[in-house]
């Protein structure tokens, strides 16, 4: 749309809508909280969750992410692909949770068979657990969010504005540590050693424009 303004008929400006992320995007976003997510359980539980409501929500909670890949249509390949995501639902329980699947139950009537399926009953956008309700059902501390470095959840103890404090100044740690290995000197040190600092034209008793001007024509004690 054209707006006028005191200099005459201009382009208003066009302010594009934010991208949604594509289905690959989103699943790759899934699979790194998802595998976060199994690293601080391996961390709390490496030989499995606990048999108690705690283990119950853990599994829950990893289901939920595990699902968030279930298809919504009636084809055949979208049918088979539900097949697929029920069976890496299955993997996960017998893995972390067997106790939830009892040999001397029938495999539909077991306590993983049952969560497995409410699971699947509930709409995408309330499977798709954010990073933030994940730290705090984990009780996720700041201490265990550095040393897992599991990035893709966040801290329970940490509110949004403290987290983008903490990202940007590991952002700006990170991008120091390139410019090291590029070689590039540090503010200080090159401020330290510049000529604006070291003022020779002072101790040669002349003024700046003349030693720059020497040094450009390559004359006087400059040149040497």
């Not at 208003?12 to 991208?19: C, F, G, I, L, Y």
């Not at 030989?47 to 968030?68: F, K, M, N, R």
């Not at 697929?84 to 993997?91: A, C, L």
Request: charged share 35%; net charge positive; with cysteine.
């Amino acid at each position: 749309m054209d707006v006028f303004h005191k200099s005459g008929l201009v382009r208003a400006p066009r302010h594009s809508k934010p991208r949604a992320p594509s289905a690959q995007q989103w699943h790759s976003a899934r699979n790194k909280k998802l595998g976060d997510y199994k690293r601080v359980l391996r961390d709390r539980h490496p030989y499995g969750v606990p048999e108690d409501e705690a283990g119950y929500e853990y599994v829950y909670d990893a289901l939920c992410l595990i699902s968030c890949r279930d298809p919504e249509g009636d084809s055949d390949e979208e049918q088979a692909a539900r097949r697929g995501v029920r069976k890496q639902m299955q993997n996960f329980v017998e893995a972390w949770a067997p106790h939830l699947i009892p040999p001397e139950m029938c495999a539909e009537d077991t306590a993983a068979a049952l969560m497995i399926d409410s699971i699947m009953m509930l709409p995408v956008r309330q499977r798709a657990l954010t990073g933030r309700t994940l730290g705090e059902r984990l009780n996720l501390t700041k201490d265990d969010w550095e040393r897992l470095e599991v990035w893709q959840l966040l801290p329970a103890d940490m509110n949004d504005a403290e987290i983008a404090s903490y990202r940007k100044e590991r952002q700006r740690k990170s991008r120091e540590r390139r410019r090291r290995r590029k070689g590039i000197r540090p503010r200080d040190e090159y401020l330290a050693n510049s000529l604006s600092q070291q003022r020779p034209w002072v101790a040669e008793g002349i003024s700046k424009t003349t030693w720059y001007r020497r040094r450009r024509h390559g004359t006087g004690s400059v040149a040497k």
